[in-house]
Antibody, heavy 126, light 109 residues
Framework: QVQLVESGGGVVQPGKSLRLSCAASGFIFTNHGMHWVRQAPGKGLEWVAT????????YYADSVKGRFTISRDNSKNTLYLQMNSLRAEDTAAYYC???????????????????WGQGTLVTVSS | QSALTQPPSASGSPGQSVTISCTGTSSDVGGYNYVSWYQQHPGKAPKLMIY???KRPSGVPDRFSGSKSGNTASLTVSGLQAEDESDYYCSSSSGSIIVFGTGTRVTVL
């Protein structure tokens, strides 16, 4: 069965760094784009970043661009999110999610997320 | 990267139907982009309920259905049950950017 297990969350001071990991199992990791989605306490879902199946393309929300880096190690079936220059507004539960999308005629349509991890909480506070 | 617009709340009695709207623009929902819907119970991870506007993943009851017209997508839950009480989010894309809706809390009266 598909499993996504996040780790690496915790309490960190503003301006510091943290790296999240997401260990994937139960599916062919290299067949899927992967994503990070976050949710601040009591708030809605916010997409953070996307990485293609082979790591060749990466995309970021404006709110994290230049501070966060998404990466993957396909030999370890693991997704990462390196978070630098953390701010109080980055406080959230961070979910990794497996992505799928329909592709036809050389183009691809919207991603959707068919499996999610349980989330890891990041708290940025002095 | 503006969030898609959903009503904050919706409600219905057991057995009734409730429909949640998700309004975007011609650059996301109304363009050549599909909409997906997610259910999230408190303290839990989101769960995919609808993808590609109207397709249901295996295991999702057929009480859940999706549709889209122009810049607005909709999720309908028919035959409401107590376990349908949850938060629901829509999602679509604008280019390589993914956007979520503002979320709707569905209450079963």
């Amino acid at each position: 069965q598909v499993q996504l297990v996040e780790s690496g969350g915790g309490v960190v001071q503003p301006g510091k760094s943290l790296r999240l990991s997401c260990a994937a199992s139960g599916f062919i990791f290299t067949n899927h784009g992967m994503h990070w989605v976050r949710q601040a306490p009591g708030k809605g879902l916010e997409w953070v970043a996307t990485i293609w199946y082979d790591g060749s393309h990466k995309y970021y929300a404006d709110s994290v661009k230049g501070r966060f880096t998404i990466s993957r190690d396909n030999s370890k079936n693991t997704l990462y999110l390196q978070m630098n220059s953390l701010r109080a507004e980055d406080t959230a539960a961070y979910y990794c999610a497996r992505g799928r999308r329909y592709c036809s005629g050389g183009g691809c349509y919207s991603w959707y997320f068919d499996f999610w991890g349980q989330g890891t909480l990041v708290t940025v506070s002095s | 990267q503006s969030a898609l617009t959903q009503p904050p709340s919706a409600s219905g009695s057991p057995g009734q139907s409730v429909t949640i709207s998700c309004t975007g623009t011609s650059s996301d929902v109304g363009g050549y982009n599909y909409v997906s819907w997610y259910q999230q119970h408190p303290g839990k991870a989101p769960k995919l309920m609808i993808y590609d506007d109207s397709k249901r993943p295996s295991g999702v009851p057929d009480r859940f259905s999706g549709s889209k017209s122009g810049n607005t997508a909709s999720l309908t839950v028919s035959g409401l049950q107590a376990e349908d009480e949850s938060d629901y989010y829509c999602s679509s894309s604008s280019g390589s950017i993914i956007v979520f809706g503002t979320g709707t809390r569905v209450t079963v009266l």
